[in-house]
């Protein structure tokens, strides 16, 4: 009798962090811009202007979008995929912050950071330091864009 190798199928139960992590990142996407209203133009944080009924639900829904696409390719494929796709992502989040009034830094910092935790988590013999840097510099840019939404430059 023969055996197969085949590698492990990846479950739900295992991208559970990748979905925590773009519910998140999608949340505090959404809501800095809302909260910067409710401080600088004293607004209810429910009130939508044209602007926001448009931008609001996209921006909800690109990290969860970007989640159900590039994360879970990056997430399903070798070892260490996220990290690297982790850093690529961290990249783009420090360049977003000149489109902040998308929250490209909050979604891309967001989806970095989880997958180079996915990527750290997943490393051996010295080559986490993609997926350290990937969690680091896209942490800085989600708290990055975070903060310029609250500050309200």
Known sequence: ????ATTPATTTGSTTRLWQGALVTGLLAGLAPRVNAVIYDHEHIWHLDPEARVLFPIVVALPVLL?????????????????????????LAVLGVAAFFISAPIVFGGLAATLGLEGRRRSTEGRGWFATVSVVVGLLAFLGGTALWLVGI
Not at 70 to 88: K, T
């Open 67 to 91: 989640a159900a696409t590039v994360g879970l390719w990056a997430w399903r494929g070798p070892r260490n995929r996220p990290a690297l796709v982790g850093l690529f992502l961290s990249a």
């Open 1 to 4: 009798m023969s055996t197969i």
